[in-house]
């Protein structure tokens, strides 16, 4: 995991952040993962993205997307760093 997502992550626990809200990550059937951040309370809450595709390269993909309230990012089982590095991305967006 890169600096900026666990700086990101560090900055935005306080106590109550990192209960209520926080980062999920979990399996999808294809086979995959799904990483979502919930933005709430956070310095990029509302920031929307629309769905952005990487792939198919080898059978590699990633699909991410913010509807502002969440950050979404599915990928296939080798791509996570790729999944990581497009909520970096996202993070650092001006």
Not at 59 to 73: D, M, Q
Request: proline content about 3%; glycine content about 8%; overall charge negative.
């Amino acid at each position: 995991m890169s600096n900026i997502s666990l700086d990101w992550y560090a900055n935005n626990c306080n106590g109550d952040w990192e209960h209520e809200y926080g980062i999920k990550i979990s399996t999808i059937d294809n086979p995959g993962w799904l990483i979502q951040v919930n933005l709430s309370e956070t310095d990029i809450s509302g920031r929307v993205m629309e769905p952005r595709t990487w792939g198919p390269e080898h059978r590699r993909w990633v699909r991410s997307w913010s509807n502002g309230e969440e950050f979404n990012v599915v990928c296939d089982v080798h791509s996570f760093d790729v999944a990581i590095g497009e909520f970096q991305k996202f993070a650092e967006a001006k």
